[in-house]
């Protein structure tokens, strides 16, 4: 139950930084899947979050799921795999 519950809090964490993301940029994040630089553009902010999700979680989960990617390609790059 407890691996559970942090498997759902690790993805949860994921979308909850992305959308912070697209709330904080949301014109940069425009412009940057507009013109293909996505990465370049907000890619400190990116590894900002991503630094704040695995301080958050256990190494197991870090190793082993892709909660953060598919969030980041998701919900910042609106469906397209930029991360």
């Known amino acids: 139950m407890a691996d559970k519950l942090i498997d759902q809090g690790a993805r949860l964490l994921a979308r909850w930084l992305a959308l912070e993301l697209v709330s904080a940029h949301e014109d940069r ?22 630094n704040r999700y695995r301080e958050s979680l256990p190494e197991d ?4 799921t892709d909660y953060f990617k598919e969030a980041m390609n998701e ?3 609106g469906g397209r795999k930029v991360f």
């Open 61 to 64: 989960i870090l190793s082993e």
């Open 75 to 77: 919900i910042v790059a």
């Open 29 to 50: 994040i425009a412009v940057g899947l507009a013109e293909g630089n996505l990465p370049a553009r907000i890619g400190v902010q990116v590894l900002e979050a991503y």
